[in-house]
């Protein structure tokens, strides 16, 4: 069943809340702090994924959740997919069978076909993830006009977010 935005939006601010998060965001810092309160690092990988598979796909293995994605895009493309990537992650879609890395990175004809079916979510699924990378993407950019960067002394720091810095974020 699809969650309205409502709760797509208590899902993102319950996920994100004490992160303290910089502005700009920053996905590597996105993943590594969540990953990190979770005690499962997420490991970004960018890869020229074959043409005819998705730009981005989540594999959660053993050890850590993956997020592969395109290598062969411009960088702000990289952060809405990795984003769309931790949109699946947090709202709890799991893949359909596991992907191995190896059907991504170099695959047969048969693998492409079967890791493509496999890495494809429901539209339901998809439309939760995007509204999630949405949602993440415009709060940042509205704390970034209204505030700015992060300050890099931890002071200074401080003293922004008493004021009410970082307006509108997390």
Not at 42 to 65: E, K, Q, S
Not at 78 to 104: C, Y
């Amino acid at each position: 069943m699809m969650r309205s935005q409502r709760a797509l939006r208590a899902l993102c601010r319950d996920t994100l809340k004490g992160l303290d998060l910089d502005l700009p965001l920053d996905v590597t810092q996105l993943c590594d702090r969540y990953g990190e309160r979770r005690g499962r690092p997420i490991r970004l990988i960018a890869h020229p994924l074959p043409a005819g598979m998705p730009n981005g796909v989540w594999l959660a293995a053993d050890d850590a959740d993956y997020f592969f994605y395109q290598s062969n895009t411009s960088r702000l493309h990289q952060d809405q997919i990795v984003i769309h990537e931790f949109g699946h992650l947090i709202a709890g879609h799991q893949m359909l069978g596991a992907v191995s890395a190896s059907a991504l990175t170099a695959p047969s004809a048969g693998d492409s076909d079967d890791a493509l079916q496999r890495t494809c979510y429901s539209d339901d699924r998809e439309w939760e993830a995007e509204m999630l990378a949405s949602m993440m993407l415009s709060w940042a950019a509205d704390a970034s006009d209204t505030v700015g960067s992060t300050p890099a002394n931890a002071d200074l720091r401080g003293i922004q977010r008493l004021l009410g810095g970082h307006k509108g974020w997390l």
